[in-house]
């Protein structure tokens, strides 16, 4: 099981986390919400849970807990930026459809 990131989101996310002054990492889960079943949650992690599993890539630390998991298994976290909009983007391959908004997915 893995999360990974590109270049552009581990520097969003070690930039917030300098300009901050504090936290350990990004962390990612999901929610069931939406017209599709689920969405991404992310924060910025300032200590790890029980539950979490902790993967690092490109030097920053990300926290899943093990309910979120199996859904987003093997996701490839992006951060992007479209004229004044930025986000972080996911290319999860665990998903089957999503809505025609974006905020939500299914598996």
């Known amino acids: 099981m893995a999360i990974s990131l590109t270049e552009s989101a581990a520097e ?3 930039t917030f986390l300098a300009a901050r002054g504090h936290g350990m990492g990004l ?3 999901v929610r069931k919400t939406g017209c ?3 969405a991404y949650v992310v924060n910025y992690a300032d200590g790890q849970q029980p539950d979490d599993v902790v993967f690092e890539d490109r030097g920053v ?3 899943v807990d093990r309910a979120s998991l199996p859904l987003i298994d093997g ?3 992006d951060f992007v930026k479209q ?3 930025e986000a972080f983007r996911f290319r999860n391959p665990n998903v089957k459809g999503e809505c025609g ?3 939500s997915f299914s598996v």
Request: charged content about 25%; hydrophobic content about 40%; proline content about 0%.
């Open 27 to 29: 962390r990612l889960g």
């Open 83 to 85: 004229g004044l909009n």
């Open 75 to 77: 996701t490839v976290v």
């Open 61 to 63: 630390r990300v926290f």
């Open 12 to 14: 969003r996310v070690r």
């Open 36 to 38: 599709s079943g689920f």
């Open 101 to 103: 908004c974006g905020e």
